[in-house]
């Protein structure tokens, strides 16, 4: 497990070739990777998909309850540690132009992380207590909380602190590596994930009977 997931894109530098020479003509544009989808299964009953797509300084997700309502997560990527989250509340139905109905913003200063929530008709923010380095994650997204265990063990931390959106809450989450598993517990929640050469494959919590695996695409009424 020594490279990005899917959720990180690595980006690669050319030096030229030597003193002097020549400038060489501009690379092309390098094409993001295709988003990856995953489906959220409860006792064998899929209730919700996910697809996320990296970028080189981006995490962007979308978190799909059918008939429900669809979130959209960004998560800032600064040289690759993850760092302000954003969230964008919509219809399930609403076109891809459409403005998200809710917005909430969790914004990292030193020890606070700043939540501002914005609707068609107000605007307000509030500081909440938190810890330096804590990681803003969006509570629902299993593969958001994976990418961040990943992101831990890379940096060889037994535990990392987050900032959970549902409960405003910072806490110590712990990080443990079993071969291809990395497991993580934050605030209870046992969160075990599979993952083939960097590449998540699955993900479970067996208190909630879920498990989360990547499929090929969405459903067509999605």
Same mark, same amino acid.
């Given at each position: 497990?020594?490279?990005?997931?899917?959720?990180?894109?690595?980006?690669?530098?050319?030096?030229?070739?030597?003193?002097?020479?020549?400038?060489?003509?501009?690379?092309? $544009? /390098?094409?993001? *990777?295709?988003?990856?989808?995953?489906?959220?299964? &409860?006792?064998?009953?899929?209730? %919700?998909?996910? =697809? +996320?797509?990296?970028?080189?300084?981006?995490?962007?997700?979308?978190?799909?309850?059918?008939?429900?309502?669809?979130?959209?997560?960004?998560?800032?990527?600064?040289?690759?540690?993850?760092?302000?989250?954003?969230?964008?509340?919509? $219809? /399930?139905?609403? *076109?891809?132009?459409?403005?998200?109905?809710?917005? &909430?913003?969790?914004?990292?200063? %030193?020890?606070? =992380? +700043?939540?501002?929530?914005?609707?068609?008709?107000?605007?307000?923010?509030?500081?909440?207590?938190?810890?330096?380095?804590?990681?803003?994650?969006?509570?629902?997204?299993?593969?958001?909380?994976?990418?961040?265990?990943?992101?831990?063990?890379?940096?060889?931390?037994?535990?990392?602190?987050?900032?959970?959106?549902?409960?405003?809450?910072?806490?110590?989450?712990? =990080?443990?590596?079993?071969?291809?598993?990395?497991?993580?517990?934050?605030?209870?929640?046992?969160?075990?994930?599979?993952?083939?050469?960097?590449?998540?494959?699955?993900?479970?919590?067996?208190?909630?009977?879920?498990?989360?695996?990547?499929?090929?695409?969405?459903?067509?009424?999605?």
């Amino acid at each position: 497990m020594h490279r990005v997931s899917k959720c990180v894109v690595a980006v690669a530098l050319c030096a030229a070739s030597a003193l002097g020479a020549q400038s060489a003509p501009p690379a092309p $544009p /390098v094409a993001p *990777p295709p988003p990856v989808v995953f489906a959220y299964l &409860v006792a064998g009953d899929t209730t %919700a998909f996910e =697809v +996320v797509r990296g970028e080189p300084d981006m995490v962007r997700g979308v978190f799909i309850v059918p008939n429900q309502l669809r979130i959209h997560w960004d998560q800032e990527l600064m040289q690759g540690v993850p760092g302000s989250l954003m969230l964008g509340y919509f $219809p /399930v139905d609403a *076109p891809a132009e459409a403005r998200p109905n809710r917005e &909430v913003d969790y914004v990292r200063r %030193a020890d606070s =992380v +700043v939540v501002t929530a914005r609707d068609p008709r107000s605007s307000q923010s509030v500081v909440r207590p938190s810890r330096i380095g804590a990681v803003p994650v969006f509570s629902s997204s299993m593969t958001h909380l994976a990418s961040v265990a990943y992101y831990a063990v890379q940096q060889r931390l037994r535990t990392i602190p987050l900032f959970l959106s549902a409960s405003g809450k910072t806490v110590d989450a712990a =990080v443990q590596v079993f071969g291809d598993e990395i497991w993580i517990t934050a605030d209870g929640l046992v969160l075990q994930t599979v993952w083939n050469d960097g590449v998540l494959v699955e993900m479970r919590v067996p208190s909630q009977e879920l498990v989360v695996k990547r499929v090929m695409t969405l459903p067509p009424a999605l």
